[in-house]
T-cell receptor, first 110, second 111 residues
Framework: NAGVTQTPKFQVLKTGQSMTLQCAQD?????MSWYRQDPGMGLRLIHY???????DQGEVPNGYNVSRSTTEDFPLRLLSAAPSQTSVYFC?????????FGQGTRLTVV | SQQGEEDPQALSIQEGENATMNCSYK?????LQWYRQNSGRGLVHLIL?????REKHSGRLRVTLDTSKKSSSLLITASRAADTASYFC???????????FGKGTTLSVSS
C-alpha cells in the first residue's frame, strides 16, 4: 500500500523561484490537506480540499496555491518562493476517522 | 480557530511511569483526534473520540473528552522508551472537514 506519497523529499529554492510540491494518495479519500511545520509552531493548515474541484484556505494560505482536479492528486504551488516559506511540508489524506500523512518535504528557500 | 493547545509543552518521565497530556480547544467540534510524530517523520493517528463520547481506550492509551470544558486528555500508561515522540491533538471543525493541530507535547521516556 503506497498510502500518501509526497515528492520531492528535499528541495532548495532561490528566492523568487516557483515550484510545485506533489501529493498523491491511493485510498480514494475525499479529504486532503497541506500543512507546514516549523520549530515550536506545530502543524499549521495551509489549504485543504473536501473533494475533486473543491478547495479552501486554512490558517496560513498566503503565498500558496492548490488545485484538486482528481481525487488522487493535490499539488501545492509556491508561485514566488520567500525565505519565510522555509519549512517542512506535510500532505495528509483522510477518511472520516483518521488522517494519513506523507513523509514530508523539507524545503529551504535561500 | 479550532486549534488545540497542548499542555505541557514538554514532559520527561522514566520507563514504567504514566504520561498525561492535555488539550484545550476553542469552539464546538465534531470529534477530536490524537496523533504521534517521531522525529522528522509524518504523523501517525493514535485515537479518535467523538463529541458525544467521554472516554475511549486503545491498548495503553486512554483518552477523555469534556466538551463542557472544551478539553481532552491523553494518558499513556506504563510508558516505554519507544513512546518518546511528539504528541498532537487535532480537534475537527463541526463539519468534520478540517483538522487543526496544536503545537504538541514532546514526551521523553528514559530507561
Amino acid at each position: 500500500n503506497a498510502g500518501v506519497t509526497q515528492t520531492p523529499k528535499f528541495q532548495v529554492l532561490k528566492t523568487g523561484q516557483s515550484m510545485t510540491l506533489q501529493c498523491a494518495q491511493d485510498m480514494n479519500h475525499e479529504y486532503m490537506s497541506w500543512y507546514r511545520q516549523d520549530p515550536g509552531m506545530g502543524l499549521r493548515l495551509i489549504h485543504y480540499s473536501v473533494g475533486a474541484g473543491i478547495t479552501d484556505q486554512g490558517e496560513v494560505p498566503n503565498g500558496y496555491n492548490v488545485s484538486r482536479s482528481t481525487t488522487e492528486d493535490f499539488p501545492l504551488r509556491l508561485l514566488s518562493a520567500a525565505p519565510s516559506q522555509t519549512s517542512v511540508y506535510f500532505c495528509a489524506s483522510r477518511n472520516n476517522w483518521e488522517a494519513f500523512f506523507g513523509q514530508g518535504t523539507r524545503l529551504t528557500v535561500v | 480557530s479550532q486549534q488545540g493547545e497542548e499542555d505541557p509543552q514538554a514532559l520527561s518521565i522514566q520507563e514504567g511511569e504514566n504520561a498525561t497530556m492535555n488539550c484545550s480547544y476553542k469552539t464546538s467540534i465534531n470529534n477530536l483526534q490524537w496523533y504521534r510524530q517521531n522525529s522528522g517523520r509524518g504523523l501517525v493517528h493514535l485515537i479518535l473520540i467523538r463529541s458525544n463520547e467521554r472516554e475511549k481506550h486503545s491498548g495503553r492509551l486512554r483518552v477523555t473528552l469534556d466538551t463542557s470544558k472544551k478539553s481532552s486528555s491523553l494518558l499513556i500508561t506504563a510508558s516505554r522508551a519507544a513512546d518518546t515522540a511528539s504528541y498532537f491533538c487535532a480537534p475537527s471543525n463541526q463539519a468534520g472537514t478540517a483538522l487543526i493541530f496544536g503545537k504538541g507535547t514532546t514526551l521523553s521516556v528514559s530507561s
